[in-house]
């Protein structure tokens, strides 16, 4: 027998969803044709309570029933009508794949930063200058690193406009592991992160703290225990119903708010002075922390008419 999950298989689903059904289509296959006499002495139940259960049964086309006489009486048998059943799902449908332009760009790749101590840069094997020193994030060997800090500033990466005449963006995703910046490290420490697009403001996001009670997943060997070991990772979305993180509203900001019509963007991680929490970020690139990744960006697109954007 074969079922589905169209309305018409619904009967088989219901008789099926009986304990008590389920002893009589156990009780016929041990026993063979029995009837409903028969059937309720063995199972403890009224003929009244019989007759229902065996009248579902029948509808859904689990056991067939006949009257036959036998002792001078007539009785309703039942047996089994099927042997096995089998459940057909409806194929399951393949989202399909959207085009995204994707850029994955290292820390050390910023374009401008602003940054006050407490402070410093890390490569994977050693630190990069010297710590709480900001004239080292303009030091050359900066774009070896995978990890950023700083107690309050900013600090900006551009990426190339890849969207061709025809493309329109639909859809903008930014991921990274990022925290706060307490001195050594504090997992109470929150910090109001403010995240902006070629300079619209898309919202702002408190770290709850700057983690360090364990080692990071990734964090290389030589960076010592009293220090920011991970973060979390966040994924900020810029749609045309809103920016959210992490699947909750961050702003009303659409992508129509946002300036794409330009050879490249800016992309800005703050921590404003003014701010209610003036906690610090800390950046987490590969090598990092608990997630090896640098920083993703997704422009999702369709073909159509840039402009209309």
Known sequence: MKADISRASLPVYEALASEVRLNIIRLLAERGPMHNKEMAAALGLSGAIMTMHVGKLERAGLIRTQMERKGGSTYKYCSLAVSHLAVEFPEAVQPT?????????????????????????AALDKMIGQFDDPRYFFEPERIHAHLLWFSRGYVEYKLPN??????????????????????????????DIQFSLNHTVLGQWTSPGDYGDTR???????????????????????????????GQQMSSVTIRDVELDRNQWTFRFEVPQTAAHVGGLTLYGRGFGNYDQDIIFRMYYKEGMQQQL
């Not at 332009?101 to 006050?116: K, L």
């Not at 991921?175 to 929150?190: D, L, M, R, T, V």
């Not at 990734?218 to 070991?229: E, G, V, Y």
């Open 216 to 246: 990071g997943r990734l964090t290389p060997a030589w960076w010592t225990s009293d220090k920011n070991q991970y973060g979390l990772l966040k994924s900020i979305r810029i749609t045309r119903d809103g920016t959210f993180i992490d």
């Open 97 to 121: 794949e959207r085009s995204a332009h994707v850029h994955e760009i290292p820390v050390g790749h910023y374009t401008d930063i602003e940054a006050w101590p407490t402070c410093g840069l």
């Open 162 to 191: 890849y969207l061709h005449y025809g493309q329109q963006a639909e859809e903008i995703e930014v991921s990274f592991e990022i925290g706060s910046e307490a001195p050594g490290y504090n997992n109470q420490w929150p910090s």
